[in-house]
């Protein structure tokens, strides 16, 4: 296969984790054969620095050239300014804008050897294998009005929480699709009790369902699903929601797995298609790792890079169609856990410490 890559290495910590994925999946070309082309592009702070925009016109560029997008992370205290007109956050967002990004797909799960990195009890996390799906172009963070103003009252912001039925539906399809292949229970996550977007929500979520009728859902108010996920999160399967909860949820979800380094994640496009009408799983998608930019340990090597890693694994399932080399990532990573391989992040008695390259050196030994 031949397959076009754009590396978003961002801010911060980004360009340490983007450039150990890239190390793995140029390790995965040499084996299988394949021939993968990486275009590297500025987004966020540095952008904002080199170009006084946090996506350029010539990254969207190359990102709509490519068969997939590997983002590190954005942001750090130099563009932290609320009264800032151009932030590194605009970049993120304009990317899952401008490329009809909707669905965030967040898989959490507990690795056996990482049981004790956990905050939470052993018996507590054990298990645990979850997917957190985020609807990511709607809600708070992309509808208007939105903003500040100055008023005889003082200052005032104001954000509007906005959706349609069609965004509702599309991701919830997502969302059973992914329970249908798992544990077939899908947890639609809302605050229908106060909200009116949230009633809307709930009310698509079981037309959706009414097209599964071999896929469970129950509906959580946010605050609950909150307390269940740190008092029972084996019980869940798929997770559903809209942008903002998502947001929360799952960083909150990503303790469960003993550090937001563990956790990889893919957004994808309205190019999805039905998994039964799309057996070769080839759709576009950005992958990035959920953690931040991370500033107070840029630059020192000590970043944990497996949630680039296994974002890494997602783009090659997702994206490329290539299961078996996802599986083998996936599996090298393990390994690398198994035999004690740690960053500061996952350190647990008995562990053997390493830094960011040498991390992503233990997996491609294993891989």
């Known amino acids: 296969m031949h397959a076009r890559i754009t590396t978003l290495p961002g801010d911060g910590i980004g360009p340490e984790v983007v450039a150990e994925g890239v190390k793995v999946l140029k390790a995965v070309a040499q084996k299988w054969g394949h021939t993968f082309e990486f275009t590297e592009c500025l987004v966020g702070?540095?952008?904002?620095?080199?170009?006084?925009?946090?996506?350029?016109?010539?990254?969207?560029?190359?990102?709509?050239?490519?068969?997939?997008?590997?983002?590190?992370?954005?942001?750090?205290?130099?563009?932290?300014?609320?009264?800032?007109?151009?932030?590194?956050?605009?970049?993120?967002?304009?990317?899952?804008?401008?490329?009809?990004?909707?669905?965030?797909?967040?898989?959490?799960?507990?690795?056996?050897?990482?049981?004790?990195?956990?905050?939470?009890?052993?018996e507590i996390v054990s298990g645990v294998d979850m997917v957190i799906v985020r609807e990511l172009t709607g809600g708070l963070y992309f509808g208007k009005p939105q903003g500040r103003q100055d008023t005889a009252a003082g200052r005032a912001a104001v954000d509007t929480l906005y959706y349609t039925e069609g965004e509702i539906g599309r991701l919830m399809r997502v969302a059973f699709d992914l329970a249908r292949a798992r544990r077939k229970k899908v947890t639609s996550v809302d605050k229908a009790n106060v909200l009116a977007s949230s009633r809307l929500w709930r009310e698509v979520a079981h037309e959706v369902a009414a097209e599964y009728p071999d896929v469970e859902i129950e509906d959580v108010l946010v605050d609950a699903c909150a307390m269940y996920l740190v008092r029972r999160p084996a019980d869940y399967d798929v997770i559903a929601t809209e942008n903002m909860f998502g947001d929360i949820l799952s960083d909150e979800a990503a303790m469960l797995a003993g550090s937001m380094?563990?956790?990889?994640?893919?957004?994808?496009?309205?190019?999805?298609?039905?998994?039964?009408?799309?057996?070769?799983?080839?759709?576009?998608?950005?992958?990035?790792?959920?953690?931040?930019?991370?500033?107070?340990?840029?630059?020192?090597?000590?970043?944990?890079?497996?949630?680039?890693?296994?974002s890494c694994a997602m783009l090659l399932r997702w994206s490329l169609g290539l299961a078996a080399e996802a599986v083998a990532v996936e599996q090298a990573v393990e390994a690398t856990l198994e035999a004690g391989y740690r960053c500061r992040d996952i350190m647990t008695a008995g562990g053997r410490p390493v830094g960011t390259a040498e991390m992503g050196d233990q997996v491609v030994t294993y891989l």
């Open 261 to 310: 380094g563990m956790l990889p994640s893919a957004s994808l496009g309205a190019q999805i298609r039905r998994a039964s009408e799309n057996p070769s799983g080839l759709r576009f998608g950005l992958y990035e790792p959920i953690h931040g930019s991370a500033p107070d340990i840029a630059g020192r090597g000590v970043a944990n890079p497996l949630a680039a890693i296994l």
């Open 45 to 122: 702070g540095i952008a904002i620095d080199e170009t006084g925009s946090p996506l350029p016109e010539a990254t969207l560029t190359a990102c709509r050239a490519a068969d997939a997008v590997l983002l590190g992370a954005v942001g750090g205290p130099k563009w932290s300014d609320p009264r800032a007109a151009v932030r590194p956050e605009q970049g993120l967002l304009g990317l899952r804008g401008s490329l009809g990004l909707f669905a965030n797909i967040r898989p959490v799960k507990v690795y056996p050897a990482l049981v004790a990195a956990s905050t939470l009890k052993s």
